[in-house]
């Protein structure tokens, strides 16, 4: 019975720590992945290669307006823009669900 016991708990702390990973949840990135797609604010078209930039870091929508980006778990700012269109500023919350969509209106 003693061997059982043993084994029991050996096993438990080793179930423990195969989930846990050894990292502790506050070492955790805590980031979200936001998808979304830029416009043409009249059309509705998607615009191909316009830029979003948020801090240091910038992308560039797809050939169909799409874009993914992993930001931190709080609401940003981002500059967009593109080729015959004025900037615009948004705001991107990364709690909203589906997919965020910007228009950008010619110039």
């Given at each position: ?17 195969t989930?846990?990973?050894g ?12 998808s ?21 870091k ?19 700012s ?23 969509l ?6």
């Amino acid at each position: 019975m003693k061997n059982f016991l043993t084994i029991a708990l050996f096993l438990c702390f080793a179930v423990s720590v195969t989930a846990s990973n050894g990292v502790a949840d506050n070492e955790k990135p805590q980031t979200r992945l936001v998808s979304g797609k830029v416009i043409d604010k009249l059309s509705g078209e998607e615009i191909a290669g316009a830029e979003i930039k948020i801090a240091d870091k910038t992308i560039y929508t797809d050939l169909n307006g799409n874009f993914l980006l992993s930001i931190p778990v709080v609401t940003i700012s981002a500059t967009v823009s593109s080729v015959a269109y004025n900037q615009a500023s948004v705001t991107i919350d990364p709690y909203s669900y589906g997919e965020v969509l910007i228009s950008l209106e010619s110039r």
